[in-house]
């Protein structure tokens, strides 16, 4: 998987380790990898590469990721957008060129 990095060490994503019972369901839903089932625990692995789009948050059946979701909904239409377009992808960003570097 070609993976965009977003802005580093700005994104909310936390897992809360007492909470997490390790179903795994974050990492079967993360579009981009971000979480790790690796011997029967649950940890994030590419902390980075969230795009805050809540869909671990949203399936987590023990309330154990917290997540400011919003911004990365938008930086994923930018990403959809600059594959359909074939350029680089812009939402918008403090580049104002790009959202994922």
Excluded: W
Aim: aromatic fraction near 4%; glycine fraction near 12%; charge should be neutral.
């Amino acid at each position: 998987m070609n993976r965009l990095r977003y802005y580093s060490e700005v994104v909310t994503l936390q897992l809360i380790q007492e909470k997490c019972n390790n179903c795994g369901m974050c990492v079967k839903v993360c579009p981009h990898e971000v979480f790790e089932l690796k011997d029967k625990k649950v940890r994030i692995i590419g902390r980075d590469f969230c795009m805050e789009c809540g869909a671990c948050k949203q399936n987590c059946p023990q309330g154990a990721i917290l997540l400011d979701v919003g911004d990365g909904c938008g930086c994923a239409a930018g990403i959809i957008q600059g594959a359909f377009n074939g350029t680089a992808p812009t939402c918008g960003g403090p580049d104002e060129g790009t959202c994922c570097n």
